[in-house]
Each structure stands twice: as C-alpha cells, then as structure tokens.
C-alpha cells in the first residue's frame, strides 16, 4: 500500500513535469511563432498583404503596375539567372547582372507574399544560395578605382545597392524558409556582407554622404529582418571607436567629420536643410531619398518609437516636397552640382518617394497627381494607399510656385532662388558648396521656358553605365571642366575658379541670402551675396522676373555687382542653347578655332569669334525649339565680346559642343555687369512664318550704382521707360527709401522697386 501511494505521487509528480514541459514548449513554440509572424515587416507588413490582396483588380494603377512586375519575373524565372565572378566597372557585364539581380529578388520576393505563389520564393531562395556559395572566398573587386571598393561591385556603394534591395526579398520569404536555411544565409552571406561594408570599410560608412547613407540603410535592412540590435545601432549611430582622419583625399571629395557623429541620423542631420534640401543637390537628393525614405518606412514598421519620419521636423517629407519643386515642368531635376541631364521623378526612387510621402506624410493629394504621372506605385503598403486615393478620385495637381529652400543643417548657408512666371523658371543657385559633389559656380543661374533649357547648366562629365565612356564613372573632364566656374553663368575673376577650385577651402563656405521676394507676381526677386571665392572681392548678384503686360512672355533683369580691393580681369559667361540668328556687334570669326585659355576650365573652350564693345548695349539673338530669344548686355568702352564652343582639348569627344557668350573686362576694379535676357517669338517651319522675331526691348541703361543703390533703366520699343531700384545694404522690408535720379524722384518701401518714370 505504501509502494501504491509513492507509485501514485510517482506518477502525478511525472503527469506535472510532462504538463510543465508541454507548457513550455508551447511557450517556446508561440515565441517562435509570434518572431516568424513577424514578417514580412519592412516595406510590406501582415495586414498591408491581406488589405492588397482584397482590393486586387479594383485599383488600375496597382494592378497595372503589379502585372508589369509579374511579367518582368516570369521571364527572369523561364531564362534562368547568372551569378557571375565579379570584374567588371559600371555598364560591364556582371555589374549589370548582380545590379539586375537585386531588383529581380526584390520584385519577386513581393509577388511571392502578394500572389503566393511559392516559384516566386523559390526564385529568391535558389538565387540567395548562389550568393551564399560565392560570398565567403569572394575578394575585394579587382578594379582599384574607388576609394572604398566593394566585392560584388567595384564600390561599396553599389554592394550597399544590393544589400538594401535583398534585404527586402529576404524579409518577404523569410517564412518560406527554414531555420537552417535562414541560418546558413545569414552566417555565410548577411552578416559577413554587413560587416564588410561596415567595420572592414569605415572610410565608406562612417561619413556623412550619399555613399553613407546607402551603406548606413543597408546594415540597418539586413538588421531588421534578422533582429540583429547591435547592428541596427551600428546602422543608426556609426561605428565607434573609429579614428580617421577628418580630410580623406579621394575620388568623391573630403570626408566630413564636423561632430564626430556617423550613422543614419547624422546623415540626416548635417545634409538636410529644415526646408528639406539635401546639400548635395536634387540629383544625388533622388538618388539617396530611396534609402533613407525605405529604412524609415522600415523603421516606422518596425521600430515606431523611434519616429524617424518626424526627426527633425519630419525633414524627409519635407524633403520629398523640396524635391519636387526642384523639377521644371517636365519633371526633370535641375542641374545643381554633379548632375546628369533628363533625370527626373519618373525614376524609380521617386516613385517610392511619392507613395511613402502621401501613405505617412498626411495623404496629401497633390502627390496623387504626381503619381498618376508616373503611372506606377509601389507593391506594398504606401503603394496601395496611393492607389486607393486615385481611385477615389482624391488626385489634385500639385503646384509648382516660386520658392526659396535653404541650405545648411540649420538653413543658414546660402539656398536656392527658384522664380516662376508663365511658362519661366528661373534657377538661382547661392548655397554652401555641396560635399564632394559641389562645383564651383556660386551665385551661378539657369533658365527654363516649359520645361526645356533656354540657359544652361552643363552638369556633370559623365554617361552613367556607359561601360565606353570610363567604365560608366565621373570623366576627368568632370574636374577639368564641369565643376569649374568658367563653365557656369557666374563672374569669373583673372581666369581662376572660386575658392581656386579646390574643395578644402570652398567646402568652409556658402553664399548669403539677400532677398527673395514673390509676393508681386509682375516683380519677382532672388538677390543674394559672396564673400569668399575671390579674398578681397565681392559679389552681390540679382535677378529680377517681370511680366509685363504688354508682352506675352515675363524676361529677366540681370545684376552683378562687383567690388574688389584692387583691379582685376572679370568674365561673365553665358551658355545659350541653340543657333545664333542675330548680333548687333560687328564680329571677327576665327578661321581656324583658338582656344580661350591654359587651366581652369578654360582649355576646353573655343575662341570661334571675338568683338570689342563700343559701349552701347550688345545683343545676341538665337533660335532653339522654334523659339526665339535675346540677350541683351550694358556693355563699356573696350570690353571684350567673345563668342565660344565647348570642346577644346577634349581627344575623346566626352563634352557637348555647345555654345556660349562671354563678355570680359579687363583691369577693373569695381563694376556691374547688366543684362537681360527675353522670350519673344515662334518661328512655324509648316507655314514659315517667324512672329516676333525681334527683341521687344530697346536699350538698357545703369542709371546709378553706389553702394547704398543701383538702379538700371529698361526701355522697350514703344519708348516706355521702366526703373529698377534695389537698395544694397537695407533688405529691411518696412523701410522707407527716397532717391532723385535724373530729375525723377522715386520713392518706395521695401528692399527694392520696379517703376514706370517719364
């Protein structure tokens, strides 16, 4: 009986232990469960999935856009792919692959979770193990260009490319596969491939700049998929303990350590300006707006408390906003710093820009017209969101104004002037320098009629992916020429470049805002100063948007003001776009083409005519899209007139041969160089008929320049006389002024004043 009774507490002890036991595996087993059913959860979440699934063949853009996907797939599936042994710079054959391939893993890996279709996931599986195999014995890439080379690509750059495209491939079939599947992908590929671009690179990822902030995204992604802590921090805030030193000479420019901070946060700190400019410029903004905008949505998933989309006054959907704006009618990004001409937001990274924007940014509806433009959406939560709004009929055009958008952290280094008026836009460019992708053209400017050129900027020297020309990268006639000042609508000063073309000393500065001024539509105004790019001179320019009523088209005014402490020679470019109709300056056209200069830019100029001013105004007249426009200049007596083509010293044909105007004074000391520049006729090659074919205006004239005042008279061709005024040290706008100018007497309030005078 006594054996019964410890048989029995035997038994109940052993039923409790199992009971105990059974409780905690299904503790373990719910833990499991609960991590797995974590994903997907970066760009796509659990219920976004089952919200796109019951809305599938209500919502056209989607639909559209998730059939373009599918078909795109299926044809990578029915091919096969190619993980090749890396060699090649950008536009080579594997380059193009492994960038290929990261966009092909991505689109699957969101068809998988949409459609559930497991060949999907099976694509982005047997292409993940590829990689797995190659990626442990992989060296550095053979092509020593770059500063910081990666592996599958020859910059680390391109390998955080494909790390933060996988990363959301891997999040979507994250469940597909086992955990020994999972384990081996991420010992054998993720971590060594994050460590790589991290802690074996921290020249690359410790650094505030577009570079950075791929890399910076691209440790944080793979993070969040794998719940790897430590990494995030390493994404979120930099490496620690790394000593480098503050100035990195290489291809891409200085190495910016003002704070001693790195990481994702210190990326959006020091570039981003409140109003959401990116220092670098709207080119490099849109390139690096798809990392930062996809780990906040991310992050905003999961790691909410973070609130990275409200960091710093919700700088990144300002940012999706400023850049917008920062398009001209087409949509193409204006050419400020390295840029390459037709990039627009009909890119891929603005159309996750848009959708992120509208889904956590406050549905604003102006962004659905944009969308709607761009005819796709992204195939995940924001996409849907932007779909449904369209579909409800939500859409508003968004509308482009004049506006200002500072540069610096704080907004206090300089900006950008963009003036509209009727179909001109007019681009004032007066920032800090940019980073290593700056150039050196303060207080330079460009102007669009429609969305086309009138006045340009040359952009960068480079065909990017164009394996022919460098291997796709920056030419050197990047250095040579595009980024040196004489290739810009700005003042030169005895032939060098601001800040002597060197980015140490031009990266410690930035232009001053002076005005801007919008308020009257007929009277548009963006002034600012320089300081510093020539010791000892200053430069104060203005440019002035009037419409006037009489004329179909607004023009421009033009003011640059110059003060030095001793005499210079001075060059104030022009780079019009088209064919020269007219000149009112008798000119002396070189039979065999003389080039302008040695150094600085100047080398790749022709010398094809030159002029020696009398004086009197100068024009010039040119036609382009079956338009006609004219510049018109105050010119002094013996001023240089010189009609140039870019081209010179350029043996492999890597610029555009395009022409110019520069007018040069010579032994100078204080001046002002004033222009204006028209829109006025159409030209009709089925009817051959020119209308308007001739500048509207008659003459302009300095009335008076101090250094309180300048004021230039404008008469047009029914002799009716306009002044503008603008006082040059009071921008105070209730101030009261009083000048009597040839026995007129203008008065106004404000910084500045357009008058009709008698």
């Not at 060296?139 to 910081?148: D, L, Q, T, W």
């Not at 204006?334 to 940014?361: C, E, P, R, T, W």
């Not at 548009?524 to 320019?541: D, F, M």
Request: aromatic share 12%; charged share 25%.
């Amino acid at each position: 009986m006594k054996f019964q009774r410890r048989s029995s507490f035997t038994l109940i002890v052993i039923v409790l232990l199992l009971i105990s036991c059974k409780k905690e595996q299904t503790i373990v087993s719910d833990k499991a469960q609960s991590e797995i059913a974590s994903h997907p959860s970066l760009i796509l979440t659990k219920s976004g999935v089952n919200d796109i699934k019951s809305a599938l063949g209500s919502i056209p853009i989607f639909d559209n856009t998730l059939a373009a996907a599918q078909e795109t797939i299926d044809r990578a599936i029915s091919y096969g792919f190619d993980v090749p042994i890396p060699k090649d710079y950008s536009g080579g054959y594997t380059h193009e692959t492994h960038k290929k391939n990261y966009v092909l893993m991505q689109k699957a890996g969101v068809l998988y979770q949409i459609l559930g279709d497991e060949k999907y996931a099976k694509f982005v599986k047997d292409m993940l193990f590829e990689y797995a195999k190659m990626y442990p014995n992989l060296p550095v890439h053979p092509k020593p260009r770059s500063y910081a080379r990666g592996k599958l690509f020859w910059q680390c750059l391109n390998d955080s490319n494909w790390l933060v495209y996988t990363s959301q491939a891997y999040d979507c079939i994250y469940e597909y596969l086992t955990k020994e599947e999972r384990d081996i992908l991420e010992k054998d590929l993720f971590k060594p491939y994050a460590n790589f671009i991290s802690k074996q690179n921290p020249q690359f990822f410790n650094r505030v700049h577009n570079h950075s902030t791929w890399g910076n995204v691209a440790v944080g992604m793979i993070a969040l998929v794998m719940e790897d802590d430590d990494l995030l921090e390493t994404a979120l805030y930099g490496l620690k303990d790394i000593n480098l030193d503050k100035t990195l000479k290489d291809n891409d420019g200085g190495y910016i350590n003002k704070d001693g901070k790195f990481g994702f946060f210190a990326n959006l700190d020091e570039p981003f300006s409140p109003d959401g400019y990116y220092t670098e410029g709207p080119y490099y903004q849109r390139y690096a707006m798809y990392p930062f905008l996809i780990f906040a949505q991310a992050l905003q998933n999961k790691k909410p408390a973070l609130k990275v989309l409200n960091y710093k006054d919700g700088v990144l959907l300002k940012g999706v906003n400023a850049l917008l704006n920062l398009t001209d009618a087409d949509g193409d990004f204006f050419l400020l710093n390295d840029a390459q001409k037709g990039m627009s937001y009909f890119n891929s990274s603005l159309v996750s820009a848009v959708d992120i924007a509208y889904h956590f940014g406050g549905n604003n509806p102006e962004l659905l017209s944009i969308a709607e433009k761009q005819a796709e959406v992204t195939l995940d939560d924001a996409g849907l969101a932007v779909a449904l709004g369209i579909k409800e009929g939500k859409s508003k055009p968004f509308k482009k104004q004049s506006i200002e958008l500072s540069d610096g952290a704080n907004g206090d280094e300089g900006a950008v002037g963009i003036l509209r008026s009727g179909d001109l836009e007019l681009v004032h460019k007066y920032t800090a320098h940019g980073l290593s992708h700056g150039h050196y053209d303060k207080l330079s400017f460009a102007l669009f009629e429609d969305g086309k050129e009138v006045i340009q900027d040359y952009g960068m020297a480079r065909y990017v992916n164009v394996e022919q020309k460098g291997g796709g990268n920056y030419l050197k006639e990047n250095k040579t020429w595009a980024k040196q000042s004489i290739a810009h609508n700005t003042l030169i000063q005895n032939e060098e470049s601001h800040f002597q073309g060197k980015y140490d000393i031009g990266s410690r500065y930035h232009s001053n805002k002076y005005i801007f001024g919008t308020e009257n539509e007929n009277i548009q105004v963006s002034s600012a100063k320089e300081e510093n790019a020539y010791p000892g001179t200053q430069l104060h320019r203005t440019m002035v948007l009037i419409k006037d009523a009489e004329y179909k088209n607004p023009y421009v005014l033009d003011i640059m003001r110059v003060e030095s402490e001793k005499e210079n020679n001075y060059d104030m470019p022009i780079y019009y776009l088209g064919q020269i109709i007219q000149t009112n300056f008798k000119y002396a056209k070189n039979d065999v083409s003389q080039i302008l200069g040695n150094s600085n830019g100047y080398q790749h100029l022709y010398e094809e005519a030159s002029a020696v001013a009398t004086g009197e105004n100068i024009k010039l007249s040119w036609l382009i899209r079956n338009k006609f426009y004219t510049y018109s200049a105050i010119t002094s007596n013996n001023d240089e007139v010189l009609l140039t083509r870019i081209g010179a010293n350029d043996p492999s044909f890597n610029l555009r041969n395009e022409p110019g105007l520069l007018l040069r004074k010579n032994n100078t000391k204080n001046t002002v160089f004033v222009s204006t520049i028209e829109s006025h006729g159409t030209y009709n090659p089925v009817s051959e008929l020119a209308v308007n074919a001739y500048s509207n205006i008659k003459r302009i004239e300095l009335l008076l320049d101090s250094k309180a005042y300048t004021a230039v008279e404008i008469v047009t061709n029914n002799d009716k006389r306009k002044a503008f005024v603008i006082a040059n040290q009071n921008n105070d706008k209730e101030t009261t002024h009083k000048l009597e100018i040839n026995n007129t007497e203008i008065s106004w309030q404000g910084p500045y004043v357009l008058k009709e005078i008698n």
